[in-house]
Nanobody, 115 residues
Framework: QVQLVESGGGLVQAGGSLRLSCAAS????????MGWYRQAPGKQRELVAT???????NYADSVKGRFTISRDNAQKTVFLQMNSLKPEDTAIYYC?????????WGQGTQVTVSS
């Protein structure tokens, strides 16, 4: 059974930093794109950032220059370093990964940025 388990969310003041982690486990023979999405109350889930197995990255315009996505292929883990956080970054952050040619989602981790 393939699983994605996230950690690292929490409450932080505006201007602060948080680091999210997401580890994939189970029977994995192909691990392709990994990424982070977020969903704020009353809004649709949106892309935050993705990273391919080769290290190519893609970011939403709203987080460029503040967030950095990275991955450890050996550990099957993706990270999201979030700096200069703003109240509008408050959301549930979901890990997503293409594993064995299908998409999987984590359970989500809450990030709250106070002003």
């Amino acid at each position: 059974q393939v699983q994605l388990v996230e950690s690292g969310g929490g409450l932080v003041q505006a201007g602060g930093s948080l680091r999210l982690s997401c580890a994939a486990s189970g029977t994995i023979f192909n691990l392709n794109v990994m990424g982070w999405y977020r969903q704020a109350p009353g809004k649709q889930r949106e892309l935050v950032a993705t990273v391919t197995s080769g290290g190519s990255t893609n970011y939403a315009d709203s987080v460029k220059g503040r967030f950095t996505i990275s991955r450890d292929n050996a550990q099957k883990t993706v990270f999201l370093q979030m700096n200069s956080l703003k109240p509008e970054d408050t959301a549930i952050y979901y890990c997503n990964a293409r594993i064995n040619f299908r998409a999987y989602w984590g359970q989500g981790t809450q990030v709250t940025v106070s002003s």
